[in-house]
């Protein structure tokens, strides 16, 4: 993907929130020093520059390209420019998204990076759907996935859905917002 020939716009970049934390919290619990982790997504970095103080093979990729430059020029993070996993090859011993899973109907889209990086589609799902049918061929056999997602997207039908993809999924750490809205993480590894 190209890169940007000038300077990048932070305003386009989803800063982190308490979504963010919450999945970094969760990487945290389980990397380990030997892993090859990989961030989907990675928006300012911050998840994937937590796990390279820990794992010594840490990836990140990134599709919207303001957001790239901010995760190398503030958390230096090496972030490649990808629509999930286009751009990547090998298997990981742990994959992380923050995925866009806020439902939005047409008519809300702004068509800008922000607001890409949270708009899930109308069922909230989209992103979410797309990234479980191409993960576990980047995931190692005995690899974990941590995919953040919400009460809104409808937590039992991403189960459902990792699991019709030869997955096993749990949930593995939750948020309640002050609004009652949910933040789930949910572990997600090949089914034996």
């Not at 940007?4 to 919290?25: G, I, M």
């Not at 990836?59 to 972030?79: L, S, T």
């Not at 809300?108 to 759907?129: C, F, I, K, N, Q």
Request: charged letters at 25%; proline letters at 5%.
């Amino acid at each position: 993907m190209s890169e940007l020939s000038e300077p990048f716009d932070p305003e386009q970049v989803y800063l982190p929130a308490e979504d963010t934390y919450l999945l970094r919290d969760a990487v945290l619990s389980v990397v380990r020093p030997k892993d090859y982790v990989l961030e989907v997504g990675t928006g300012s970095g911050e998840i994937a520059a937590s796990a390279a103080k820990v794992a010594e093979h840490t990836f990140a990729c990134e599709i919207n390209p303001h957001a790239a430059c901010y995760a190398k020029e503030v958390n230096g993070v090496d972030v490649v420019r990808s629509d999930l996993f286009s751009a990547i090859s090998g298997s990981f011993d742990l994959i992380c998204f923050n995925a866009p899973y806020l439902p939005t109907t047409p008519e809300e889209r702004m068509h800008d990076w922000l607001e890409a990086a949270l708009d899930g589609g109308p069922s909230g799902r989209d992103t979410v759907y797309r990234f479980l049918e191409e993960a576990p061929g980047h995931l190692k056999d005995e690899g974990q996935i941590l995919l953040l997602i919400s009460s809104l997207t409808g937590v039992e039908e991403v189960i459902s859905f990792a699991e019709e993809h030869g997955c096993t999924a749990e949930i593995f750490k939750t948020e309640t917002e002050e609004d009652g809205e949910e933040l789930v993480v949910l572990k997600i590894c090949k089914a034996k």
